[in-house]
Nanobody, 120 residues
Framework: QVQPVESGGGSVQEGGSLKLSCVAS?????????MGWFRQLPGKERELVAW???????TYADSMNGRFTISQQIAKDTVYLHMNNLKIDDTGVYFC?????????????WGQGTQVTVSS
């Protein structure tokens, strides 16, 4: 059973920074093709923030505008999201996803989510 576990969420003032971490437990070595971050803002659908492949190719949602950076430690099954210049509109629940290859590389396992709250 693959279980991503997020940490690092919390409350921060607008303009501040947070670093989210996600460790994926379970046997993921052979099937994992990437890891990533999604978020769900209040009243909205879950959306992609960024994801990174096993070989380090990064994809970001356009709306992140260069404020977020995704990184990973493959050997530790860990992915990070560095968030800078946070805005009130970034408030929401951030979810980690483990991507598996089953014909295409796509998110298969989800964490429980970690709350990020940005205030003025």
């Amino acid at each position: 059973q693959v279980q991503p576990v997020e940490s690092g969420g919390g409350s921060v003032q607008e303009g501040g920074s947070l670093k989210l971490s996600c460790v994926a437990s379970g046997n993921i070595f052979f099937n994992r093709c990437g890891m990533g971050w999604f978020r769900q803002l209040p009243g909205k659908e879950r959306e992609l923030v960024a994801w990174i492949t096993n070989v380090g190719e990064r994809t970001y949602a356009d709306s992140m505008n260069g404020r977020f950076t995704i990184s990973q430690q493959i050997a530790k099954d860990t992915v990070y999201l560095h968030m800078n210049n946070l805005k009130i509109d970034d408030t929401g629940v951030y979810f980690c996803a483990v991507y598996f290859f089953d014909g295409q590389c796509r998110p298969n396992y989800w964490g429980q989510g970690t709350q990020v709250t940005v205030s003025s």
